[in-house]
């Protein structure tokens, strides 16, 4: 489990073995916020010895890669989802949130074949909270947004905190987005969600992407 501190916050970052997908987990006093919760060892052992008592999560989007460990999680620990309409509403299909490809991605991919994981197709029940553009609140005292960022699939969003820190997702990676799976839509990428993705690059200080490591707006910004 990596771990940052960064303004005050405590961010740790897991990683799942099938594809290196990441999860977050921001933690203030007994209260935290998990972004794309996963299902891992090393995620559950964390979250076990942590103490958390108020927990917070949100979905980056609704691919499986990055709700695997939701179903757990509600299971373990009374928590609030939020997620995008969209988001929230293919969570539900298996055509949306793309298990029902996940073993033949498999196939594909060599460091999945040695990963010892399997994936079979599965569902979520929906958000708690739901919304369509964009979500504002605090938490612990800090802002955070939750912004819309559709293209990668239609439920995608980026997470900032305290207008310094983004949680992006695959909306914004160190390479080029992928806009060609199920619910993916290059135009809609290119003419609005690029904007967005500018807007929040210029205000933030650090990038915790989907996949990858984090880094400066530099970093990332050749991939807007």
Not at 49 to 61: C, K, P, R, Y
Not at 176 to 183: K, N
Request: with cysteine.
């Amino acid at each position: 489990m990596k771990k940052f501190e960064i303004e005050g916050l405590m961010i740790y970052q897991s990683e799942w073995d099938f594809i290196d997908s990441n999860a977050y987990i921001i933690t203030d006093k007994n209260s935290s916020v998990i972004i794309d919760p996963i299902d891992t060892k090393e995620f559950w052992q964390f979250l076990d010895g942590a103490g958390i008592e108020n927990v917070m999560v949100i979905l980056t989007h609704e691919h499986f890669d990055h709700i695997c460990g939701l179903n757990e999680l509600r299971k373990r620990l009374p928590c609030k989802v939020y997620a995008q309409k969209d988001c929230s509403e293919n969570i539900g299909i298996t055509t949306r949130n793309l298990s029902c490809s996940a073993e033949a991605l498999a196939q594909l991919n060599e460091k999945v074949m040695h990963s010892g994981v399997s994936v079979r197709p599965f569902v979520c029940e929906p958000a708690d909270i739901v919304f369509d553009n964009r979500l504002d609140f605090l938490w612990a005292g800090h802002e955070i947004s939750i912004i819309a960022t559709p293209g990668h699939s239609e439920g995608s969003v980026c997470v900032v905190v305290d207008n310094k820190i983004a949680f992006t997702g695959d909306s914004l990676l160190e390479k080029p987005v992928i806009t060609r799976l199920p619910g993916g839509n290059k135009k809609v990428y290119k003419e609005s969600t690029r904007p967005q993705l500018w807007e929040i690059s210029e205000k933030v200080e650090v990038i915790f992407p989907g996949h990858g490591i984090q880094g400066n707006i530099e970093k990332f910004q050749k991939y807007i």
